[in-house]
Nanobody, 113 residues
């Protein structure tokens, strides 16, 4: 059974940084593409970033240049480094395994002074 567990969310001031982690279990992590999504209150869930099994990365325009997605196949973990955070980055962030369409439970990120 595939499980994705996110961690690292919290409250941060504008301009600050956070690193989210998503630990996967029950899956052959190294052969699957991974993604991060987010959902702000009252809005649709939106794609944030993707990383292929070969570590090729793509980003949504609102986060390009501020967020970095990476993976550690030895630890079955994907990361989202978020820098220069803005109030509009406030959302629940979800990890998504493309192979099999699995989702984590989400972790709250709040950017506020």
């Amino acid at each position: 059974q595939v499980q994705l567990v996110e961690s690292g969310g919290g409250l941060v001031q504008p301009g600050g940084s956070l690193r989210l982690s998503c630990a996967a279990s029950g899956t052959i992590f190294s052969i699957t593409n991974m993604e991060w999504y987010r959902q702000a209150p009252g809005k649709e869930r939106e794609w944030v970033a993707s990383i292929t099994r070969g570590a090729y990365t793509t980003y949504a325009d609102p986060v390009k240049g501020r967020f970095t997605i990476s993976r550690d196949n030895a630890k079955n973990t994907v990361y989202l480094q978020m820098n220069s955070l803005k109030a509009e980055d406030t959302a629940v962030y979800y990890c998504h395994q493309v192979r099999g369409d699995y989702w984590g439970q989400g972790t709250q990120v709040t950017v506020s002074s």
